[in-house]
Nanobody, 115 residues
Framework: QVQLVESGGGLVQAGGSLRLSCATS????????MGWYRQAPGKQRELVAGITSGGNTGYADSVKGRFTISRNNAKNTLYLQMNSLKSEDTAVYYC?????????WGQGTQVTVSS
C-alpha cells in the first residue's frame, strides 16, 4: 500500500508557472511507474506525464516542452513543474503510482489558469 498526497495547485495567470508535489507514505524506490493525470470538467481523465523507476519520462503532446516530471527517491516525492500555463491546463491533477498489479491515486489538486 502507498498513500499519495498532492499539493501545489492553485490559481495562476496564463503564462505563469506552478509546481505540483506528490508526497508518498513510503519509499518510491520500488514503484515501477508514477505519473500525473488531469481531469477537466466534463472530460475524461487523461495522462499528462509519466516517469519510470529508471527515470524514463513521457508526456502528452499538449504539454511537451512546458511540463517536466521528476521524482526524488530520497524524499519519496513526485513533482510536476508546469510552465507557460494555458487556460486549457485548468483541471484537477492527480498523482498515480503503479507497483506490480496495484495502482494508487491521490485525492487531486485543483489547478486553475486564468486568461
Amino acid at each position: 500500500q502507498v498513500q499519495l498526497v498532492e499539493s501545489g495547485g492553485g490559481l495562476v495567470q496564463a503564462g505563469g508557472s506552478l509546481r505540483l508535489s506528490c508526497a508518498t507514505s513510503r519509499s518510491i524506490f520500488s514503484i515501477n511507474a508514477m505519473g500525473w493525470y488531469r481531469q477537466a470538467p466534463g472530460k475524461q481523465r487523461e495522462l499528462v506525464a509519466g516517469i519510470t523507476s529508471g527515470g524514463n519520462t513521457g508526456y502528452a503532446d499538449s504539454v511537451k516542452g512546458r511540463f517536466t516530471i521528476s521524482r526524488n527517491n530520497a524524499k519519496n516525492t513526485l513533482y510536476l513543474q508546469m510552465n507557460s500555463l494555458k487556460s486549457e491546463d485548468t483541471a484537477v491533477y492527480y498523482c498515480n503510482a503503479r507497483e506490480l498489479s496495484d495502482e494508487y491515486w491521490g485525492q487531486g489538486t485543483q489547478v486553475t489558469v486564468s486568461s
